[in-house]
């Protein structure tokens, strides 16, 4: 008996295959956006484990400060168990570049080079010699000495002794010392000026990355919720449609419990093809966004991470358990109706449309209610997990809000409708909505997803490419190798610049924390061009005075140091707060005294980089003359033009992976739509019958759906504005705020939305196209069956 | 003549093949008269009325309503007849389920072009005054004929085509709305042909046609044969 009714069951898929693909399509794409979404955050994770535990730096605790080989020779001879450590940017590359010391570094930790073969550690000690992860072979700028793959080298890693590493970045400074015995006790007077942080759990790398990770997995979330959709509005109408089958099953003597798993063991069968078909999908949008997603870290945050994707036995559980979880969300609803359903329940698939008309208003209550705790959320959250409940809470309740609205609006126009054919569209539209809710709430996340994130990305270029005007306001930027070679150049620039500013900087403690510090010259390149947040009277005047500091926003933001307030900058002392500004792009805080100043707690600093002023049209002349007469490498005499440049690249890449991710959330949010019309277009025709036998033919019925689509299509698209702008602006002040520490304007981009919601119209009338097609071919004998049928 | 149908054949494909469902049926209906449509489950009754109606051609024969020879119209044209000259009223009612009561009872004449009559009055005569805001689902299967009947005769068609249209009503309810139909057909002058089982019912018109495996059973046709009013 069980097996005749699952095969009763199972009839009903061969029957509509459309249905089946739906909803099997619609479970694929949840799961696989979702999987690979968290695949490629997976990936990116482990990377950073590995970076981070390169030669115990994850464990150990560190000293850092301005220290040379010297410094380490001192703390050596005073007894303290120190290795050095350069860990730097390769020039010319995005790799890191990090030196070391083999005879003091930890041993046993990954990334240890094995130097026990004969003429290793000769060659590795005299430069002949270095170590890369096995993905940058092919990545390596030219001029190094020959390179051997160190397997479990973290990627984009190249692992040089430390006088190698200084040589090739032609400096003698040292990043820092790991600490590898016990935590010195006096370090002020072995290493005066230095700090000794201690371990932290997880790296540098992995907390700034922290928040774009996270923005992935909203939109995977986002994505699978949109998939989700699909599967709900499918399954409900399989089991809507299968209601006079499940009531001859019960009246044949089914046990309703016997038909209630029978049911339940279909949805495990659905589970298991869609969950499959999500993994290879989810793995084909991993292998896809990877390469993206790494340039995007690489550019941003300096992180590597490993362009191979490997298809682990985890990602198997997790793809079948969230179709799982999907489908009992999606189909728990109905299997718990089905369970308590009365043996003569009548099959009303028509009315299940309607019926959940009187859901629509307690949905819309249940919206309002969330934008309200949005709103609380936003005005009074703090922390990175509040701006998300308030990026959820908006999201969902503005969906919720989507039914009610539309109707409400169909409504009034149905009322104002002046002929017969208008008003009954009007209407006729109305009664779709609840039919089509769920692909219009779709279609409305994904909008407002777009249009938020889109503002968002907009807003930050023209704040970021306005602020690199401000912060690169030197024509050329000039790094000498020492002292010597820096007063020659300076010597030769004599009469051939308008300015010279020095750019002198020092690692200090803000408020107690890790920041930098910079000198800067008096002078009308600050002046008129310095992107100030916030500043007192005479601001610099008084810098020049060694009256105060500037702080950038994130350590302003972080530490509550607004003008008015006193800033500890450690060994350089305390100052007022003079100003405040911007300073995209830095997770560190970093702080501005006048140059005098800075001298006088820094004597020793030597000045080796510039800032030059000079006019335009001499900038090429001087920098190709510098460059050749001084033998300077690319990297050490830079054009504000080239730094702009790049900067702008690493911003695009940095969004190219959200924007490829709101191209299939809109495409998702597409097809839902159009499971919804095709699957409506079959229910409809008992509702378009009469009208067509009343005398409207059967094109201008055909006409009339493509129509309608559009205007429910355009109105969500014009719903979704304010949804995105509000998104936008919890993204913007609160999200970035509590992520990265800088708050940005709001600049709102009304053309980017007007195509928008072109696409969208396009979308929908696509996706009404083929049924409308379908109606207008329609045979009359079909429509006909309409009345016979229901005799 | 108002309604001229000659020699008119239909067949449906099934999966057994071609199945002949009207095979030759001739009558005529002249205009201000009833005539019922009576015969067996299968016997082709609802299809011929459908022919009449224009919502589907007919393989063979002729149908000519109002002049207009159905099998030369094309899909636009049959829809003006449809709008235009017929009333059609089903047993499933098939009121236009996103419309209010009201708006259904005035669609066809709106439709058609004619003069709206007032709501008020017709609300009154059809009992349903008190649920012209009410939507189709939210009336019972009597009220949902009474505005189905309203809804075409309030259009003034010159030929109202009733498929068992007291078929899911109870018998006292089904004689009061026959009795409606008929004395509202009777004021607006329409002619009716009614698809019924009811001989009680095919009684109260003016003539019967019998259909018997789709063909005119002319025995049982008598005293007044297929033509009605002739």
Same mark, same amino acid.
């Given at each position: ?435 089509? $809710? ?35 306001? $030197? ?317 | ?230």
């Amino acid at each position: 008996m069980t097996r005749a009714a699952f095969q009763a069951l199972w009839s009903h898929w061969r029957r509509h295959p459309i249905q089946l693909l739906t909803l099997v399509i619609g479970l694929a794409l949840a799961t696989g956006l979702w999987i690979g979404v968290q695949a490629i955050n997976a990936q990116a994770r482990a990377s950073y484990d590995q970076a981070a535990a390169a030669l115990g730096q994850d464990s150990l605790p560190r000293i850092t400060g301005p220290l040379t080989l010297t410094d380490f020779a001192r703390a050596r001879r005073a007894g303290l168990a120190v290795t050095p450590i350069v860990d730097d940017r390769l020039p010319r590359s995005r790799l890191r570049l990090l030196g070391i010391d083999p005879f003091t570094a930890p041993g046993g930790s990954p990334g240890t080079p094995d130097l026990s073969g004969a003429g290793d550690l000769t060659g590795f000690l005299t430069g002949d010699l270095i170590f890369v992860s096995p993905d940058v072979v092919d990545a390596l700028p030219p001029g190094l000495p020959p390179a051997r793959i160190l397997p479990d080298l973290a990627p984009g890693i190249v692992l040089a002794d430390i006088a190698t590493a200084q040589a090739i970045l032609g400096s003698e400074a040292i990043s820092h010392l790991l600490v590898t015995g016990a935590a010195p006790v006096d370090l002020a007077t072995v290493l005066p000026g230095t700090v000794l942080e201690a371990p932290v759990a997880g790296t540098d790398v992995s907390r700034l990355t922290d928040s774009f990770h996270l923005n992935l997995t909203a939109f995977g979330l986002l994505a699978f919720a949109v998939g989700l959709f699909i599967v709900h509005a499918a399954i409900g109408l399989a089991f809507e449609q299968r209601r006079p089958l499940f009531r001859t099953l019960r009246a044949l003597g089914l046990s309703s419990g016997r038909l209630t798993g029978l049911l339940a063991a279909e949805l495990v069968a659905l589970t298991i093809l869609g969950g499959t078909l999500g993994i290879i999908l989810g793995y084909l949008v991993a292998a896809a966004l990877l390469p993206g997603v790494a340039a995007t870290l690489g550019g941003l945050y300096g992180a590597q991470v490993a362009g191979g994707l490997s298809l682990s036995p985890l990602w198997w559980l997790t793809g079948f358990a969230m179709a799982g979880a999907g489908l009992a969300l999606a189909g728990g609803q109905s299997l718990w109706q089905l369970a308590r359903l009365p043996v003569l329940a009548p099959a009303m698939p028509r009315a299940w449309a309607r019926a959940r008309s009187a859901a629509i208003r307690r949905q819309g209550l249940g919206g309002l209610a969330l934008l309200v705790v949005a709103a609380a959320f936003g005005a009074l959250g703090q922390g990175l997990l509040a701006g998300f409940a308030c990026l959820g809470a908006l999201l969902i309740g503005a969906a919720l809000l989507l039914p009610p609205i539309l109707t409400a609006v169909l409504d009034v126009g149905a009322r104002m409708a002046k002929g017969p054919i208008a008003q009954w569209i009007w209407a006729d539209t109305r009664q779709q909505v609840p039919g089509l $809710s769920l692909a219009l709430m779709a279609l409305l996340l994904a909008l407002a997803a777009n249009i938020g994130v889109g503002t968002m990305v907009g807003s930050f270029r023209t704040t970021f490419t306005g602020w690199l005007d401000q912060r690169l306001a $030197s024509e050329l930027y000039l790094t000498a190798a020492d002292e010597a070679e820096a007063a020659s150049l300076l010597a030769d620039l004599e009469g051939r610049v308008t300015a010279i500013l020095p750019i002198v900087s020092a690692e200090v403690t803000l408020q107690g924390a890790p920041a930098d510090l910079f000198g800067v010259a008096d002078h009308a390149t600050y002046r008129d061009n310095w992107p100030l947040l916030e500043a007192v009277p005479d601001l610099w005047e008084r810098l020049a005075a060694g009256e105060g500091a500037l702080v950038n926003e994130q350590a302003a933001r972080r530490s509550d140091l607004w003008p008015g307030s006193t800033v500890d900058l450690g060994p350089a002392g305390a100052y007022p707060v003079l100003g405040v500004y911007s300073d995209y792009g830095n997770p560190r805080g970093q702080a501005i005294l006048g140059l005098p100043a800075f001298d006088a707690a820094f004597p020793q600093t030597p000045r080796l980089r510039f800032a030059l002023r000079l006019p335009q049209d001499q900038v090429t002349a001087v920098q190709d003359d510098l460059a050749a007469r001084f033998d300077l490498p690319p990297e050490r005499l830079v054009n504000q033009a080239q730094i702009k440049a790049f900067s702008l690249s690493v911003f695009e890449q940095t969004f190219a992976v959200t924007a490829a991710l709101n191209i299939l959330t809109l495409g998702v949010a597409a097809f839902a739509l159009w499971a919804s019309l095709t699957t409506l277009a079959g229910m409809r025709l008992p509702q378009i019958a009469p009208v067509w036998a009343l005398g409207l033919t059967r094109r201008r019925l055909a006409l009339a759906d493509p129509g309608r689509a559009l205007a429910l299509a355009g109105a969500t698209a014009i719903l979704a504005v304010p949804v995105g702008i509000a998104l936008a602006w919890v993204l913007l002040a609160v999200v970035n705020v509590q992520a990265f520490g800088w708050r940005l304007p709001l600049l709102p981009d009304p053309s980017g939305w007007i195509w928008l919601g072109l696409w969208a119209l396009i979308a929908a009338g696509l996706a009404a196209a083929l049924p409308a097609w379908r109606l207008w071919r329609l045979p009359p004998a079909q429509l006909v069956k309409v009345f016979a049928h229901e005799r | 003549m108002l309604l001229t149908v000659r020699d008119v054949e239909k067949s449906f494909t099934t999966a057994d093949g071609n199945q002949p469902v009207l095979r030759g049926v001739s009558f005529d209906l002249e205009a201000g008269r009833t005539l019922a449509l009576t015969g067996e489950s299968g016997s082709g009754k609802s299809t011929l009325l459908h022919l009449v109606a224009g919502l589907d051609a007919p393989d063979g024969g002729q149908i000519v309503v109002d002049g207009a020879d159905i099998a030369k119209l094309d899909d636009p044209g049959r829809a003006a007849l449809r709008r235009g000259t017929v009333g059609l009223i089903f047993q499933q009612f098939n009121l236009i389920p996103s419309l209010d009561v009201a708006a259904n009872l005035t669609f066809h004449a709106r439709l058609a072009g004619r003069p709206v009559p007032e709501i008020g009055p017709l609300a009154d005569r059809l009992g349903l005054t008190d649920h012209l805001s009410r939507y189709p689902e939210q009336l019972s299967g009597g009220q949902q004929q009474r505005v189905a009947i309203g809804r075409t005769l309030a259009a003034r068609p010159k030929l109202v085509l009733a498929d068992e249209p007291t078929g899911n009503l109870d018998e006292a309810t089904g004689d009061a709305m026959m009795a409606l139909m008929h004395d509202m057909v009777a004021e607006t002058g329409a002619s009716l042909l009614m698809v019924t089982h009811s001989d009680r019912l095919a009684a109260m018109l003016d003539a019967r046609l019998h259909l018997r495996s789709g063909q005119v059973d002319m025995p049982q046709a008598a005293p007044r044969t297929g033509t009605a009013g002739a």
